[in-house]
């Protein structure tokens, strides 16, 4: 009896030692894939050169475990508000303080979560080339009031200056229509909205062919690797800080002292609020994730010269990410510490 007891107790040490291990793998499991179980749908607008962005964090949370849907495109408000309403979980590229609008309107903090910088430093504004601007002393986008300097850019044979502007729904379009009216251009300069990618092709043919060109553009973006600002072009400065709605006070002056009539945006991701508080893994990664103006411009210009399928994009991610493991691997880290 001595001996079955024995026998009896040695097996159940064993079978409790066989449950503690797998409780363990289970926790160890469960703190490497915090993930699990959980869907994202992440979602983008019809700005193709965003999609870098977006599948890096697609990327970053399937590495946490979720389970990540393919990406859903809507126009920036109506983005936010499927983010606010828990129809879209996140969108990677907010723009700040331009989309600040579209938050407050898709509920403000009481719905979303916006921390961190994603990508800092994006600059907007007007440019001309840079022959044009030289030979006729252009600096300020208030010089297009004289019909003569406006006639220089343009295109139809109406006498009004060509702008290549913005698609709308960008927010963008809301800031040039209002500079239209505060510096006097309405009757010397026509705001050309469309596709955005075939109209900025449409002005760098002219370029290319030696016509004066006037476009809107921002950074990060593949054009201003192709009409490189100080060589190619120039940017056109605004006679004084003039923004729409409740902006209308903000200085618009960069550090420098140069002032471009836009401020300068930094990109966030912008996610659903309760997701956020329910998924603090996420939640730590939205914060803590950064990448440079250079590498998306770097990307979306692979992009401009043909790479730009699913697969070319899905590839440029894991090249950033092979670049940057170290960083990479600390994200998950730090994301992985603030689920347990």
Not at 83 to 92: E, H, I, Q, R
Request: aromatic fraction near 10%; charged fraction near 20%; proline fraction near 4%.
């Amino acid at each position: 009896m001595t001996h079955l007891r024995s026998r009896v107790s040695l097996r159940g040490v064993a079978v409790a030692a066989g449950l503690t291990t797998a409780l363990m793998a289970g926790s160890a499991m469960a703190q490497s894939m915090p993930g699990e179980g959980v869907t994202v749908v992440p979602l983008k607008s019809s700005i193709a050169e965003e999609t870098f962005q977006t599948m890096l964090v697609m990327k970053a949370l399937e590495d946490l475990g979720y389970d990540v849907e393919d990406i859903k495109e809507l126009e920036y408000a109506a983005a936010y508000v499927a983010v606010g309403n828990g129809d879209g979980t996140f969108l990677a590229d907010g723009w700040f303080p331009l989309h600040v609008d579209f938050y407050e309107a898709a509920g403000g903090d009481e719905k979303l979560y916006r921390e961190g910088v994603y990508a800092p430093g994006a600059l907007q504004g007007y440019l001309i080339d840079k022959k044009t601007a030289e030979e006729h002393d252009i600096t300020n986008i208030a010089q297009l009031k004289d019909p003569e300097i406006a006639a220089l850019f343009d295109n139809n044979g109406d006498g009004k200056a060509d702008l290549t502007g913005c698609t709308p729904g960008w927010g963008c379009e809301k800031v040039i229509e209002h500079h239209l009216d505060a510096y006097g251009l309405r009757d010397t300069v026509t705001h050309n909205q469309g596709s955005y990618s075939a109209i900025i092709a449409d002005t760098i043919t002219r370029y290319q062919q030696g016509e004066p060109i006037l476009y809107y553009t921002w950074t990060p973006y593949w054009v201003s690797g192709v009409l490189v600002p100080g060589k190619d072009v120039v940017w056109l400065q605004v006679p004084f800080s003039s923004l729409p709605g409740a902006r209308g006070d903000v200085d618009t002056s960069l550090p420098n002292g140069a002032n471009y009539g836009f401020q300068a945006n930094d990109q966030r991701i912008v996610a659903n609020k309760d997701f956020a508080e329910a998924n603090p893994a996420a939640a730590k990664l939205f914060e803590i994730m950064q990448i440079s103006s250079n590498d998306i411009s770097a990307q979306n210009l692979k992009m401009r010269d043909g790479e730009d399928s699913e697969a070319d994009i899905a590839r440029h991610v894991e090249g950033w990410i092979s670049g940057h493991q170290k960083t990479w691997d600390g994200w998950l880290e730090e994301a992985r510490a603030a689920a347990e």
